[in-house]
Every structure is written in structure tokens, then in C-alpha cells.
């Protein structure tokens, strides 16, 4: 019985220094696990946020635009206010992050559906046709390549308004592709785009919807987290042109002047906006001669 007894005491506390043993491992790995997401979290780009997101993280909160706002209808990736007298958005906005652009690309969907969120109802595909209009996006298809959902609800057609084909594949062309590329230099922009209506007699298309023909259109980007905190607004007529995009750049606030809207409202950040709406430095964004020229050699005329 002596003899059991020193057995079993000795297998014991071999037994009891496996299980110690394999604790420590256990513990090593966690701690080596948890030091590595550490180093990950460092390194992460949280540019990929949703701009409410972001705004808590940030404290700089950027209120959706301020206009007629007859009807706000919020999307996953952007939001609009839908016009229903001139059956199109009174402006689109949304954020774009470098991260956004350098994300995998999703497919091109291509095809135009109702907006079913737009309680009036939207247009219709069948609004455009044989119009001489092409169904021109507000929220580009290349800015929502990144989220699936995005690019399906960037084709509703409360995202459409009309534009000649020469204006829509040239310059709104031009000017989408150089946004895309100065948000992979300046890490996070904040877009705004619509129609513009300078008369009261305007041009309709449409046998079931009477969508207004706009006599322009606008575009205004926010930069305010770069190092040069900057922004620049677009008026170009709907029609095409031959003409540098730097003739047709306005300051935000002439914009708004204009379009009677107010772009980048903000709790926190209201006079740093205000200071950067009022001011327009075209020599802070980097405009493409090669982008330029392609247009006027092949786009304008396809």
C-alpha cells in the first residue's frame, strides 16, 4: 500500500505540471495573438467608415445638405432629396474614401429601376426613351464600385437626370473620374451633386413622368481632414463642351448662392466650413491635361 501511495502521489504531480504547462502555452499564444491586433488596429485605415460613423470618431459632424428637402430618402452608401415636381433629386450626397477606391470592385449593374423608397414615386426607365436624353447619374456607377447594394440602389432612377450623351460620356464624365482620383491622394472627400433650373419654362421628357430637362448641373467637394483643407464647386452648363474644367469652377458659397442650398451644414465645424465654402484656390486640386484632351479628341464625339 506504501508503494501505491508513492506512485500515485509522483503521477500526480506529473499530471499537475503537464496541465501548468499547457496553461502558459495557452496563455503565450493569446497574448502573442492580441499583440499582433494590436499592431493591425495601428495600421487600419478607418477611411472605409460611414461618414456617421467617422463623425463620431472624428467629433466633426457634416449635416446633410439644406434645401427644398421635399422628400429625404436615405440609401446604404448616399442620400438624396427627391424633387418631385421636377421628378428628379434636388441634390445627392455622400462621402468617398481612398480606402473605397483601393476596395475590389463589384460588378456594373445597368440596370434602372424606380426608386422604391420615393413615397410619390420616382421616374421610370421608360421616361428616357427615344428622348435624346441619356438617364445621367448624379451618384456615379465608378464612385459606388465598392459595395454592392451602392451600385444597385445608384441605378434607381431618383439618381437620373437628364443629360445629352456628349455632356453625360464628356465633361460630367471628366469630372467624376478626376473626383475618384482625388480621393485616393486626399484620403476622405465629402460630394455633392445636382441639378441646376435657372428658368421657370423648362423642358420635360417623359410619357408617364414629366422630368425636367436641368439648364446645368453642379458639383461641390469638401476636403476639410487633408493637409491642405480645401473646397471647390462645379456649375457646367448641360450641354457639351470643349472648355477646361477650371473655367466652369465656382467657391461653394457661389454655389449655394445659386442653387439656394446649403451643402455641408455642421454642428462642430461651422466656421472652418464657412471658411473653406467662401474660398476657391483652383491651384489645390490637381486637374488632368491628358483627361482634358481625351475628351475633346474621342469623348465628346462618341
Known sequence: MAKFKTNHGSS????????????????????????????????????????????????????????????LIKHHKFSLSYDEESEQAEWVYYSLSQANMLAPKVPRYDYFNPDPKVST?????????HSGYTRGHLVPAGDMSFHKQGMKECFYMSNMSPQPKAFNNGIWKELEELVREW???????????????????????????KIHVPDAFFKVILDHRGTEKKAIGFIIPNEKSDKQLKYYAKSVNEIEDITGIDFFPSKTHADLFEELESQLDVGLWKFSKHKYQLRVDKWNNQ
Open 12 to 71: 500526480e504531480k506529473k499530471g499537475s505540471f503537464t496541465l501548468s504547462s499547457r496553461l502558459l502555452i495557452l496563455l503565450a499564444v493569446m497574448l502573442f495573438a492580441m499583440w499582433n491586433l494590436f499592431q493591425v488596429l495601428q495600421d487600419y485605415d478607418f477611411s472605409d467608415l460611414d461618414s456617421e460613423e467617422k463623425s463620431r470618431k472624428t467629433k466633426t459632424q457634416i449635416l446633410l445638405p439644406e434645401g427644398k428637402n421635399k422628400e
Open 121 to 129: 414615386k420616382s421616374a421610370v426607365h421608360s421616361d428616357y426613351s
Open 183 to 209: 480621393v485616393i491622394e486626399e484620403k476622405i472627400l465629402h460630394i455633392c451633386a445636382g441639378p441646376v433650373f435657372y428658368n421657370s419654362d423648362r423642358k420635360t421628357i417623359g410619357k408617364k413622368n
